[in-house]
């Protein structure tokens, strides 16, 4: 399948500012990928539907907060602000493509394939700007729908929820195209499990793990933005 498609990676939290992927190790694993597969000086903030609405870590290990997730149900003037950032070459074939994808699922944690782990936390998903063509849409998602169903076990999960990923059969992600990416063709991105019932995620539910990881903070920092954080920061103070 030949390709010829200027794309990046959808972010939407720490795989932006985060170097390594297990802090204790300082594995540098976050870094590297950005540095070997992404232009980051050319990152671009683009509106999206986000909101924190995952409870991310271990209880054990005191380490839970409340993570980034998609929500198509949000309207426009609750979008947030993301990351979109290019890739360091053209896509112009499926396998380069694949490869882009396995590679950031490495970034994002446990599990290399599309679908992450056997329950599913996190699925990877493609997002194309309109203008692309619908041919090259088609074979890219039953290609990447393939892909989906390699992890079988946790392809039944995700088949079972998929209003909590936003990500459709084919592995599409249901969000409209965002803003300001013009300049793509299309976005790939990690879409985790969000809880079942979000309307319960409050500010204050949200605060009272805001301590345990730096999280909310280093969003803040990287102007990945939430409708949710005025009224954060209102509970916690700027530097909670």
């Not at 839970?64 to 993301?82: C, E, N, P, R, W």
């Not at 729908?145 to 076990?153: D, R, T, V």
């Not at 063709?185 to 990690?190: S, V």
């Not at 019932?197 to 933005?225: G, H």
Request: charge should be neutral.
């Amino acid at each position: 399948m030949k390709m010829n498609l200027n794309g990046g990676v959808l972010i939407v939290g720490s795989l932006f500012w985060q170097d390594d992927l297990k802090p204790e190790k300082e594995d540098g694993i976050r870094k590297q990928w950005r540095e070997n597969r992404l232009v980051e000086k050319n990152s671009v903030d683009v509106m999206v539907p986000i909101r924190y609405g995952r409870l991310s870590g271990q209880k054990k290990n005191d380490n839970q907060v409340y993570t980034m997730v998609f929500d198509k149900s949000l309207h426009a003037k609750d979008f947030g602000i993301a990351k979109a950032i290019p890739f360091q070459n053209v896509i112009t074939s499926w396998q380069e493509l694949e490869s882009e994808v396995v590679e950031m699922s490495k970034a994002e944690g446990t599990g290399n394939s599309f679908v992450k782990g056997m329950k599913a936390w996190c699925v990877c998903s493609i997002i194309f700007n309109p203008k692309v063509s619908l041919e090259t849409q088609a074979s890219t998602l039953k290609k990447w729908h393939e892909n989906l169903k390699s992890n079988l076990e946790g392809y039944g999960h995700l088949s079972q929820a998929r209003n909590r990923y936003c990500v459709g059969e084919e592995g599409e992600l249901l969000i409209s195209w965002p803003k300001y990416a013009d300049d793509f063709d299309f976005l790939i991105a990690t879409s985790t499990k969000a809880e079942s019932d979000m309307s319960k995620i409050t500010p204050e539910e949200i605060v009272k793990y805001i301590v345990n990881r730096d999280y909310f903070l280093l969003n803040r920092k990287a102007r990945i933005q939430t409708f949710q954080d005025i009224d954060i920061e209102k509970l916690t103070g700027p530097n909670v």
